[in-house]
Protein backbone atom coordinates (compact mmCIF):
# COMPACT_ATOMS: atom_id res chain seq x y z
CA UNK A 1 0.00 0.00 0.00
CA UNK A 2 1.18 3.41 -0.86
CA UNK A 3 -0.20 6.76 0.67
CA UNK A 4 0.78 10.12 -1.31
CA UNK A 5 0.56 13.72 -0.02
CA UNK A 6 0.66 16.48 -2.55
CA UNK A 7 1.94 20.11 -1.61
CA UNK A 8 3.13 23.08 -3.21
CA UNK A 9 0.52 24.28 -5.05
CA UNK A 10 -0.30 28.02 -5.23
CA UNK A 11 -1.38 31.17 -7.51
CA UNK A 12 1.25 32.47 -9.75
CA UNK A 13 1.49 35.10 -12.61
CA UNK A 14 2.04 33.58 -15.90
CA UNK A 15 5.39 33.11 -16.83
CA UNK A 16 6.32 32.11 -12.97
CA UNK A 17 7.61 28.66 -11.77
CA UNK A 18 6.51 26.27 -8.84
CA UNK A 19 7.57 23.05 -7.56
CA UNK A 20 5.23 20.33 -6.48
CA UNK A 21 6.16 17.75 -3.69
CA UNK A 22 4.24 14.38 -3.62
CA UNK A 23 5.40 12.86 -0.10
CA UNK A 24 5.13 9.03 -0.10
CA UNK A 25 4.50 6.42 2.54
CA UNK A 26 4.55 2.73 1.73
CA UNK A 27 7.33 0.28 1.51
CA UNK A 28 7.06 -0.13 -2.08
CA UNK A 29 7.38 3.23 -2.89
CA UNK A 30 11.24 3.13 -4.00
CA UNK A 31 10.05 0.36 -6.58
CA UNK A 32 6.99 2.07 -8.42
CA UNK A 33 6.72 4.18 -11.07
CA UNK A 34 5.58 7.34 -10.50
CA UNK A 35 3.61 10.25 -12.20
CA UNK A 36 1.98 13.41 -12.28
CA UNK A 37 -1.64 14.41 -13.64
CA UNK A 38 -3.88 17.22 -14.01
CA UNK A 39 -7.22 18.22 -14.31
CA UNK A 40 -8.82 21.84 -15.08
CA UNK A 41 -12.38 22.40 -14.54
CA UNK A 42 -14.76 20.48 -16.95
CA UNK A 43 -12.00 18.57 -18.67
CA UNK A 44 -10.82 15.10 -18.43
CA UNK A 45 -8.11 14.62 -16.14
CA UNK A 46 -4.34 14.56 -18.58
CA UNK A 47 -1.24 13.05 -17.93
CA UNK A 48 1.98 15.36 -17.30
CA UNK A 49 4.87 13.71 -16.68
CA UNK A 50 6.16 10.51 -15.23
CA UNK A 51 9.51 8.67 -13.82
CA UNK A 52 10.44 5.49 -13.16
CA UNK A 53 11.27 3.84 -10.02
CA UNK A 54 15.31 5.10 -11.00
CA UNK A 55 14.47 7.83 -12.62
CA UNK A 56 16.23 6.29 -15.71
CA UNK A 57 12.98 6.54 -17.51
CA UNK A 58 11.24 9.97 -17.96
CA UNK A 59 7.93 10.77 -19.64
CA UNK A 60 6.30 14.35 -20.10
CA UNK A 61 2.89 15.68 -21.86
CA UNK A 62 4.31 17.29 -25.45
CA UNK A 63 2.41 20.40 -23.32
CA UNK A 64 4.92 20.72 -20.85
CA UNK A 65 8.36 19.47 -22.46
CA UNK A 66 10.75 21.91 -21.77
CA UNK A 67 9.21 23.66 -19.07
CA UNK A 68 8.54 21.23 -16.40
CA UNK A 69 10.91 18.17 -14.74
CA UNK A 70 10.20 15.64 -12.65
CA UNK A 71 12.48 14.20 -9.87
CA UNK A 72 12.45 11.69 -7.42
CA UNK A 73 14.68 11.19 -4.45
CA UNK A 74 13.84 7.18 -3.08
CA UNK A 75 15.36 7.93 0.62
CA UNK A 76 13.01 10.98 1.22
CA UNK A 77 10.62 9.35 -0.48
CA UNK A 78 9.47 12.21 -2.14
CA UNK A 79 8.72 12.89 -5.98
CA UNK A 80 9.11 16.59 -7.59
CA UNK A 81 7.69 18.30 -10.47
CA UNK A 82 9.43 21.34 -10.92
CA UNK A 83 7.59 23.93 -13.21
CA UNK A 84 8.58 27.01 -15.43
CA UNK A 85 7.62 29.46 -17.25
CA UNK A 86 3.97 28.40 -16.38
CA UNK A 87 1.18 29.71 -18.54
CA UNK A 88 -2.49 30.16 -17.99
CA UNK A 89 -3.01 26.60 -19.43
CA UNK A 90 -1.77 24.95 -16.97
CA UNK A 91 -4.02 25.57 -14.18
CA UNK A 92 -5.89 22.70 -12.61
CA UNK A 93 -5.75 20.52 -9.59
CA UNK A 94 -2.36 18.33 -10.29
CA UNK A 95 -2.49 14.72 -9.19
CA UNK A 96 0.58 12.27 -7.85
CA UNK A 97 -0.15 8.96 -8.56
CA UNK A 98 1.54 5.77 -8.17
CA UNK A 99 1.77 2.14 -9.50
CA UNK A 100 2.82 -1.20 -8.44
CA UNK A 101 4.97 -1.65 -11.29
CA UNK A 102 8.16 0.37 -11.88
CA UNK A 103 7.42 1.13 -15.71
CA UNK A 104 6.86 4.90 -16.65
CA UNK A 105 3.19 4.62 -18.04
CA UNK A 106 0.82 7.88 -19.26
CA UNK A 107 -2.57 6.39 -18.91
CA UNK A 108 -4.47 6.84 -15.58
CA UNK A 109 -5.84 3.46 -15.67
CA UNK A 110 -2.40 2.20 -15.06
CA UNK A 111 -1.59 3.98 -11.44
CA UNK A 112 -2.99 2.48 -8.59
CA UNK A 113 -2.26 5.01 -5.80
CA UNK A 114 -3.29 8.24 -5.83
CA UNK A 115 -3.21 11.30 -3.87
CA UNK A 116 -6.01 14.08 -3.30
CA UNK A 117 -4.54 16.69 -5.49
CA UNK A 118 -3.30 20.25 -5.32
CA UNK A 119 -4.55 23.52 -7.25
CA UNK A 120 -2.55 25.17 -9.36
CA UNK A 121 -3.81 28.55 -10.69
CA UNK A 122 -1.54 30.32 -12.65
CA UNK A 123 -3.17 33.79 -13.72
CA UNK A 124 -2.44 35.78 -16.62
Known amino acids: QVQLVESGGGLVQAGGSLRLSCAAS????????VGWFRQAPGKEREFVAA????????AYADSVKGRFIISRNNAQNTVYLQMNSLKVEDTGVYYC?????????????????WGQGTQVTVSS
Open 26 to 33: GRTFSSAA
Open 51 to 58: TSWNSGST
Open 97 to 113: AARRRSLVQITTLAYDY
